[in-house]
């Protein structure tokens, strides 16, 4: 391998030897002239031996030079985690540096910690110039890890639409709704969190790990214990899962053989109900988990704090409610009022009151919307809404409807306190306008606790205006959206986001949202 290009003292003059297989050779050499500061250079001598290829050739009679020792530049990167150098050759036979002198340049230019020793050695030995050498390094931090529960169930919410099959028909049958647990099986484990070791950077300075956080608190709920060691929870006994508001309960199952009638009488159960028959009118089921019903459901009220799979349906006379934490699924709905946080999977609704927090779809053959009042959290999707006949329709999409309740409560409560705070007033002013000097124990006494009574009616009408700004914000926030695959008929009112449109024509295959305070008519997809 050719020597590399490279300047020589010699007694009549300066020489310099090149590499000519070598890359840019011309500004090699430049360069060399400039790092060595020479006098009097023959550039002209230069261009002449890189255009024939000379071995070496003089460029200056100059020998009134100075040797300069080799040095290094050191440089730290801006996270102060790297301390790199690179070394200026010897002008002219000065001194090479030795390890410990570079180590005290490191030193002194404030680079204590994480240098590499034998990495310097060999740089010393075997060096390029002006190349870059990490030789020193942090430590970096080793963060904590967060304690955690691990749950050794599923603890997200089970998807339950019905699936649709191919023939149209809806199976209400085959829906995984519960997991089981049997006594003493591990629900959950707390896993400690693992605190970090300070790291430290190359200037010796200390970087402070994360605080690593405390794992939650077991989440023990109904039927469930904690053993002797403090991180693992069991079920005490057998029964369903239910994981609600950051709690694990175990529910016993209430499992009705036949109809809900005279027989059973009304049903308050705290966990899971199953009927396998129907449930008659003017009867109750309150259930402090799931409800499952096989049979028909007439005028009667079903309560579920999580969800409720109904696989006949409910024709209810006007009369029937149906109200769940969770989801409902039903065959079909007809006379009744059907309240969800979650979502509704119906084949059909008819004439009925339906407030559903999340999605209202109408699914099977029919997947019919028709008649009532529909107040929708999110989104609307059906084959068909409306009827031939013009059957007034009622849709209010966008809007929680839980929020919607929570709204109008604030407000009738605001009306109040204003109210009443008007009346405190005139009783205080009545009074402060009079010579309290003059006035009885009584007269202060009523005096006291008008001005206390107008400072709580301040206080609540200001933390009631607060809780108004806050559930107007969370109404505003919804983007809602009515689809319907085959038709949407005339007599429809569809209001999304306060925006209104009644239908005059029907709509075929029609996707409504709301833009820019107006509803938008839109294929569907």
């Given at each position: 391998?050719?020597e ?6 010699r007694?009549d003059g ?11 050779v011309?500004?090699?050499?430049l360069?060399?002239?400039k ?5 009097d250079v ?9 255009r024939t290829?000379?071995?070496?050739q003089?460029?200056s009679?100059?020998t ?13 990167s801006?996270?102060?985690?790297t ?23 490191l030193?002194a ?9 034998d990495?310097i ?5 075997d ?7 990490h ?19 599923e ?12 023939d ?5 049958r ?17 896993h400690p969190?693992?605190?970090?070791e ?14 690593a956080?405390?794992?939650p ?8 214990r904690?053993?002797p ?7 005490e ?5 239910f994981?609600?508001?950051?709690r694990?309960s175990?529910?016993?199952?209430l499992?009705i053989?036949g ?7 009304n ?8 009927v396998?028959?129907?449930?008659l009118s003017g009867?109750t089921i309150?259930?402090?988990?799931n ?6 459901i007439?005028g009667?009220?079903i309560?579920?704090k999580g969800?409720i799979?109904?696989m006949?349906?409910v024709q ?10 969770g ?8 006379n009744a009022r ?5 979502n509704?999977?119906?084949n ?13 779809t ?8 028709v ?5 929708v959290?999110?989104?609307?999707s ?6 031939p006949?013009?059957t ?5 999409v966008g ?6 309740d929570?709204?109008k ?12 705070l008007?009346?405190?007033?005139k009783?205080?002013?009545?009074l402060?306008?009079?010579d ?6 009584t ?9 206390r ?6 206080t ?28 949407i008929?005339?007599?429809v009112k ?9 239908v005059?024509?029907?709509l075929?295959f029609?996707s409504?949202y709301?833009?820019?305070?107006k509803?938008?008519?839109g294929?569907?997809?």
């Open positions: 391998m050719a590399k290009t490279k300047i020589e003292l007694k300066i020489y310099v030897v090149i590499n000519h297989d070598a890359q840019n011309k500004s090699t050499i360069r060399l002239v790092h060595y500061q020479i006098k023959d550039f002209i001598a230069i261009e002449n031996a890189i290829k000379a071995e070496e003089k460029i009679d100059n009134d030079v100075t040797p300069r020792n080799e040095s290094i530049e050191i440089e730290v801006e996270d102060k985690m301390a790199s150098i690179r070394f200026f050759e010897p002008v002219f036979s000065g001194s090479l540096l030795t390890k410990d002198e570079i180590i005290a340049d030193n230019n404030g680079v204590r910690f994480g240098i590499d020793n990495l050695e060999n740089i010393v030995r060096k390029e110039y002006a190349v870059w050498y030789v020193a390094f942090g430590e970096p931090p080793k963060h904590g890890v967060d304690g955690y529960i691990e749950y050794f169930f603890t997200k919410k089970k998807t339950l639409k019905p699936k649709e099959l191919e149209g028909s809806v199976d209400y085959n829906i995984d709704l519960f997991e089981v647990a049997v006594e003493d099986q591990v629900l959950a484990v707390s969190q693992v605190n970090g300070d790291g430290i950077n190359v200037l010796g300075k200390a970087i402070p790990a994360n605080k956080k405390r794992a608190t077991l989440p023990k709920g109904k039927g469930t904690i053993l060691d403090g991180v693992t929870l069991v079920s006994t057998s029964g369903r899962i994981y609600m508001d950051g694990v175990i529910l016993p199952v499992e053989g109809d809900v009638d005279n027989t059973t009488g049903i308050d159960f705290i966990g899971t109900v199953i396998k028959g129907g449930v009867f309150n259930a402090g988990a409800v499952e019903i096989e049979g028909p007439e009667a009220t309560k579920a969800d799979m109904l006949k349906g209810g006379g006007g009369k029937a409610l149906i109200q769940a934490g989801d409902i699924n039903a065959n079909f709905v007809e059907l309240y969800a946080s979650g509704i999977n119906a059909s609704i008819m004439h009925s009151s339906v407030k559903c927090g999340g999605v209202l109408l699914i099977g053959r029919r997947g019919l919307l008649g009532g009042r529909i107040v959290g999110e989104k609307i059906a084959k068909t809404i409306g009827s006949m013009s007034v329709t009622e849709i209010e809007v929680n409807p839980d929020v919607l929570k709204y409560e604030a407000v009738e409560e605001i009306e109040k306190y204003q109210i009443d008007v009346k405190t007033e009783i205080v002013d009545n402060s306008k009079q309290i000097k003059q006035f009885s124990d007269k202060k006494k009523m005096l006291m606790e008008a001005i009574a107008k400072i709580l009616y301040k609540k009408i200001n933390n009631t205006q607060a809780k108004i700004d806050n559930l107007l914000s969370m109404l505003n926030k919804k983007n809602g959206r009515v689809e319907a695959s085959d038709i008929y005339t007599g569809i209001t999304i986001n306060n925006a209104v449109m009644f005059r024509d029907d075929n029609a409504l709301n833009k820019d305070g509803v938008i008519i294929a569907h997809s």
